[in-house]
């Protein structure tokens, strides 16, 4: 028997073998929705508004997560439905974030969002092929082991695409945001199609603006449509803030959070009282800035059971700060805003092209950016020379791992930022991180043909996996959270905006201020400025040196032999250091909590346990 503390599905394919597997998974809390055969097809835990199914003869299809579809329009459509592959369109049409499961003509499809806050898994458990939504739980049952390569691919900053997508147990396998897997009644292998791809970035901003205003009110409707009491927050830059007044429009009474920073230079607070007072309705709380944990806090306290580590790892305690409070005041979901910066801004990579095919224009831009920036010149001409194609850079970037950070401009035009191994990663990590860049090189391909969209799509998967983690976090703490920039059709609408308009030097994320227009107030649509709490970061640094330490003495990394435990404790007991100033810890401090975690529960009476075959 498999028990999981945590909320999870497993889906079987049409076939004897899986009531094996189902039964391993059966629990007080298990529930299982059947093939018209009878057999499991979906085996889990999941709360009553989770899933929505409609099955029609041997044919069904089932959204679980946030997706507020009519039973019956579903019902029609798995009606219509006479092979699995025939749903792109349907799945691209729909409001929310969910995974989406279907069966017809003895064939499961199962996929998760574009953007990774809902991810898909695959593996052979019993002599059949299953899917699942969390790796932890296909490796519990197939009692497969960590794999080392991967845990070392994850001390990489930034970890480029599509390293990611490879899950860390071994015998476990991914299915890559924008794809679905075909699970075969017969065992064969596991067939894996794309069902999405990003839009051609042509409309103008006003053609585009009303598409992104009408699919993030969808967004944030499909959230608030319930009623009762929801919170947002409000920090007062413009991504919170939309979100916020549209909530407030809603069928929910609404609370309004807002964190002020502790840096004295920090505006958000000001533009927070000014939003808020324009909602009428809409109760604002305000923290104390002095109570907010400070990043890094914690560390050594948390035992979530995540299936990979992630660097929401180090801003865990404040994320969940507010929990408590709004769950005292009757918040049943939380909003956040996170994503806009990803989606209404862009990278300025898409100049790379613009250069070659509308000189002037970009030259106009460039020269702008420059100056905002202040990108030296000698990098960045070198960066818009760079003509290497995503598979030659990829396979470039694996002998560069051990070279000083490069200057930012040079991934900022390119097609990602260059990825690094820092001094306390051993040679032995070394070597196997390179051994994976090079067998991913042979078949590599970009995100997008276009440098910029690329790098914009990678940013929203890699944005999506944090939150991913966090939503599973801050759900476990009391209060489930959902952010609906990131839903699948505001993907969408945002990435079909020409990037000419929608990343520019002379104005600040014109795409969300025109989307907005007429529902935030234009005072609030005003704001420019964007606070970066590096203050707080340090200062975290700082007072939580000692658990850092800590964290190192008791490393797992260093017994793996992936981390020289020396060198990180030398670097931690100097706050100040300037390399400190880079997000250089992240990806460490990451992977050593998960695998903290991990030890937890194999410690504890087993959240996640399994009996011998």
Known sequence: MLRHGEPYFVVLPDHEAGLAVARRLDGPHTRIVRHASGRPWIVGRWSDDELTVAQAGSAGIALLGCCPIDPKTLARRAG???????????????????????????????????????????????GVQVGCDRADVLAALTGAAIDERQVAVRLLWPAPHPLLDTPLWRGVHGVPAGRYA???????????????????????????????????????????????????????????????????????????????????????????RRAAARMPGVEHLVWRAEDSPLVYEGLLDI?????EPTIGMLDRARALSHVPNLTAAGSRLHLTGIGGDHLTWCSEGYYHRLLRRRPVAAIRQLRGFRALFTWPLRPMLGALADTRSYRRWFAGAAGDLRQPLPEPVRGTLGWTSPPRLFPWVTDHAAELVVEAMRAAAESVEPLSDDRGMHADIEQILVTGRILRQW????RRAGLPMASPFLDDRVISACLSVNPLERVTPWRYKPLLVEAMRGIVPDECLARTSKAQAARDAALGLRRNRADLIALWDQSRLAEMGLVDRDRLVDLTERPDDPSLRHAVLYSTIGCEVWLRGLDTMERSSGDVATAAP
């Open 80 to 126: 219509r439905l006479r092979d699995v592959v025939e749903l792109d369109a349907f799945a691209a049409s729909l409001t929310g974030s969910f995974h989406l499961v279907a069966t017809a003509a003895g064939r499961v499809r199962f996929q998760g969002s574009v953007s990774n806050l809902r991810i898909a898994h695959h593996a052979q458990v019993d």
């Open 182 to 272: 075909i699970l075969e009644s017969g065992g064969r292998p596991v067939h894996i199609a794309r069902w999405w791809t990003p839009p051609e970035p042509v409309r103008s901003l006003a053609e585009g603006a009303p598409l992104v205003r009408d699919a993030l009110a969808d967004a944030v409707r499909a959230r608030t449509a319930a009623g009762g009491t929801i919170s947002s927050d409000l920090s007062g830059g413009l991504d919170s803030t939309a979100v916020c007044f549209l909530a407030s429009t809603g069928d929910s009474r609404v609370l309004a959070s807002t964190w002020p920073g502790l840096d004295p230079t920090d505006d958000d607070l000001p533009w927070a």
């Open 303 to 307: 035992d979530d059971p995540l299936d």
């Open 471 to 474: 939503e599973q976090m801050s």
